[in-house]
């Protein structure tokens, strides 16, 4: 059976490769997040205090946004994790995750910025509730790289499909929050790129790789589910922000084990091949919740 703890040197060129197609696409991004905040709409609040009255965005909305929030504010803890699971690993990888980093780190502070600016957010509640989340910290019981590569491929694109999806339906209380949701979906489909490819490299190298892949498949959970009141919001968000299991179905599993080539893949090693064979099995039983629900919502 192969060696699942340490990235196989034989990726290093491919993996140097993604690095490099990401930096190109990153080259132009225009970081000045500022432009996406409306100043114009700032007040003192030691002249004019934060009232509830000044909230101009549905309760699901702001969920969302606060939500996403306090997901990209235990970036210090993702960044620990990552380091620790890819030390003495290839150098790319210690590069790729300094640009990642980089690139998240600007994340949370727009989303705040934009939640207290626009007087949405309580700041006294808002900032008690970062440190609260931020204190909880992260964890996640995938030790092998190859396990990490996938849960982020897989959290990367469920954030990307979040930002967007919500934007959907944003649009139409505050253009200024969908356009930025957006913006922030474009670097996370960057890095859903870099991370979805390497593991499929990892597959192609050697098909027993999805030994690994299908456990983080199968137990996958957002970063953020330890925040207070997590299932609460994202069944608001489910139900009136358009992201819960459906979109994650269709928008996330779905498109990886396409993408992954699951059902054409031959491991050599029989527990793999079980593997590959209950990673479907999940699939097929989230596509039959999925239309199920379909079917109950169309006929309503
Ligand atoms: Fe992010
Ligand atoms: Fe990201």
Not at 183 to 205: G, I, M, P, Q, T
């Amino acid at each position: 059976m192969i060696e699942f703890n340490n990235v196989d040197a034989r990726l290093e060129g491919r993996l140097i490769e993604l690095y490099k197609s990401h930096q190109e696409r990153a080259k132009n991004i225009d970081w000045s997040y500022h432009d996406f905040i409306p100043w114009g709409q700032a007040r003192c609040f030691k002249e004019t205090p934060w009232h509830e009255s000044q909230r101009t965005l549905p309760p699901a909305i702001y969920t969302a946004i606060e939500t996403a929030l306090l997901t990209e504010v235990n970036l210090p803890w993702f960044t620990t994790h990552l380091n620790v699971t890819f030390k003495g690993s290839l150098e790319v990888l210690k590069d790729f995750i300094h640009t990642w980093v980089s690139e998240e780190d600007q994340h949370s502070s727009l989303l705040e910025t934009y939640l207290i600016v626009t007087r949405n957010a309580n700041p006294h509640e808002l900032r008690k509730l970062r440190k609260q989340v931020v204190e909880l910290g992260y964890e996640n019981e995938f030790p092998e790289p190859v396990q990490v590569m996938a849960y982020t491929a897989i959290q990367e694109l469920a954030t990307m499909v979040y930002y967007n999806n919500v934007a959907k339906v944003a649009q139409n209380y505050d253009r200024d929050l969908a356009t930025l949701l957006r913006r922030l979906a474009k670097d996370e489909s960057l890095h859903y790129a870099f991370y979805r490819d390497a593991v499929k490299a990892h597959l192609e190298l050697d098909a027993n790789y999805i030994l690994p892949v299908s456990y983080v498949l199968q137990h996958f959970g957002m970063p953020g589910r330890d925040m207070p009141n997590f299932e609460e919001r994202m069944k608001v968000i489910g139900q009136e922000a358009n992201y819960g299991p459906e979109q994650y179905f269709l928008q996330v599993v779905d498109v990886l084990v396409e993408f992954w080539g699951v059902r054409n893949l031959t491991p050599s090693h029989p527990e793999a091949e079980a593997a590959r064979t209950s990673m479907l099995k999940h699939h097929d039983r989230l596509k039959r919740i999925t239309e199920r629900a379909t079917r109950k919502k169309t006929n309503v």
